[in-house]
């Protein structure tokens, strides 16, 4: 009964290619994040939904694109996938857009680009 | 630039002793700030957490110490467990307009216990 589950958890794939990882959360929370976690290991914010509309959109190239069809689910797709795309995503969701406080992360997706 | 920094990479400590993790910020509006902790294959956990408005909070073995005026915070765990084994994370966020909830991470720092 997992809170925040994002498929799949790995994910391999060669360049050129378009991809989407899922995420679906059961906490009934309004927000929404994509992390990435880089080769440094830095955790990066990516994007925030807030009840299914765009509230943070941090310097992400235009390749990747959020979809939230709900507040229980946030998307990511990327297209025509490059090398330096290669990282662990984790979407997240907190209760409100006013607190990070403790967001809930699911576990993961290792994407590598070959 | 990064806005948190966790200096120290790794630590080992013996269990049943303590663990410090150290933690620095340089953005000023930051006034939340959070510990997580990670397993490997697992995302990140959140443990506890400080306003700006306290210098302390503490739940069971593991207190946060924030330090304003020199932009710090700490994290103690005592006593320490093989099980606390795990990556810590520090994060902060800030009280921005329509900031929704964007925390800024350091970089983690390694935390081994051994028996």
């Known amino acids: 009964d997992t809170a925040v589950s994002q498929t799949p958890k790995y994910l391999v794939t060669q360049m050129g290619n378009d991809k989407s990882i899922k995420c679906e959360q059961n906490l009934g929370h309004d927000t929404m994040y994509w992390y990435k976690q880089d080769s440094k290991k830095f955790l990066k914010i990516m994007f925030s939904y807030n009840n299914k509309e765009l509230i943070i959109n941090e310097t992400v190239p235009n390749r990747f694109s959020p979809k939230s069809p709900d507040k229980a689910h946030l998307n990511l797709h990327i297209n025509s996938l490059e090398l330096g795309d290669s990282a662990v995503y984790f979407c997240?969701?907190?209760?409100?857009?006013?607190?990070?406080?403790?967001?809930?992360f699911g576990q993961g997706t290792r994407l590598t680009v070959v | 630039d990064q806005q948190v920094k966790q200096n120290s990479p790794s630590l080992s400590v013996q269990e049943g002793r303590i663990s410090i993790l150290n933690c620095d910020y340089t953005?000023?509006?930051?006034?939340?700030f959070l510990w997580y902790k990670k397993y490997p294959a697992e995302g990140p956990t959140f443990l506890i957490s400080i306003s700006s408005i306290k210098d302390k909070n503490e739940d069971g073995r593991f207190t946060v110490f924030l330090n304003k005026s020199a932009k710090h915070l700490s994290l103690h765990i005592v006593p320490s467990q093989p099980g606390d084994s795990a990556v810590y994370f520090c994060a902060a966020s800030a009280r921005l307009p329509n900031a929704g909830n964007m925390l800024t991470f350091g970089g983690g720092t390694r935390l081994m216990v051994k028996p």
């Open positions: 953005n000023s509006m930051f006034d939340y």
């Open positions: 997240a969701s907190s209760q409100d857009k006013f607190r990070g406080t403790e967001a809930f």
